[in-house]
C-alpha cells in the first residue's frame, strides 16, 4: 500500500488507477499543466512525483471524509449522487470523455463531500433547497458577461466608442 489513512489502506493500484486515468485524458493533463503541475514523468508510463503526491493527498482526504461521514452515520443518496453528477456536468464532452471508472470515482467523491459539507453547515442540500436558495437570491448570482477592447491611444478610444454609439458591431 501507499498510504494507511486511520487504518483505511490506499493501494499502490488504486493511486496508479487514478493517476493513469487522468493522464489518458488530454483535457485534464492540460488542467494540471496550468496548475503548474506535470503530468508525465521523464520516461514513458511514469508520473512527476508532484502529480502523484498531488493524487495522494486527495486519496488521503477522501479517506478521511469517508470516515467522518461513516462516523456521523451520514450516507451517499441517489439525490446526492444526481446533484454531484449536476456538479460534474455529466452530459457534458469533458465529463463524458473521461473513463467511466474515473466518472464514477469523482462522482462518489463530490457526492461524500457534498453530504459532510451539509451536515456540518446544517443545511439541507436537494434540488428543492438549491432551486429555493437560487429564488431567494437570484440578484446576486447573476451572471455578468463583459467584452472590453484595449486601445493604445485616447483618440482611438474616442473614434470606437462614437462608432459603437451608432450601432457598430462590437
Known amino acids: 500500500y501507499v498510504a494507511k489513512v486511520n487504518g483505511t489502506v490506499i493501494g499502490r493500484s488504486q493511486l496508479f488507477a487514478e493517476m493513469n486515468a487522468i493522464a489518458s485524458d488530454s483535457s485534464l493533463v492540460s488542467s494540471y499543466a496550468k496548475q503548474g503541475v506535470t503530468v508525465h514523468g521523464a520516461a ?11 493524487i495522494l493527498d486527495q486519496q ?37 470523455s473521461l473513463p467511466k471508472a474515473y466518472q464514477a470515482d469523482l462522482v462518489n467523491t463530490t457526492a461524500a463531500l457534498t453530504v459532510l459539507e451539509a451536515s456540518l453547515a446544517g443545511i439541507p442540500i436537494t434540488q428543492a433547497s438549491i432551486k429555493a436558495y437560487y429564488a431567494a437570491h437570484a440578484a446576486a448570482l447573476s451572471k455578468v458577461c463583459a467584452s472590453v477592447i484595449v486601445l493604445t491611444t485616447a483618440a482611438k478610444a474616442a473614434t470606437v466608442e ?4 451608432t450601432g457598430a458591431n462590437f
Not at 44 to 54: L, N, P, R
Not at 66 to 86: C, Y
Not at 162 to 165: E, F, P, Q, R, T
Open 162 to 165: 462614437a462608432s459603437l454609439k
Open 44 to 54: 514513458k508510463g511514469t508520473f512527476t512525483t508532484t502529480f502523484a503526491d498531488q
Open 60 to 96: 488521503i482526504t477522501l479517506a478521511l471524509i469517508q470516515q467522518a461521514n461513516q462516523k456521523r452515520k451520514l450516507s451517499v443518496t441517489a439525490d446526492d449522487v444526481a446533484l454531484a453528477k449536476e456538479d460534474l456536468g455529466a452530459g457534458t464532452s469533458g465529463y463524458d
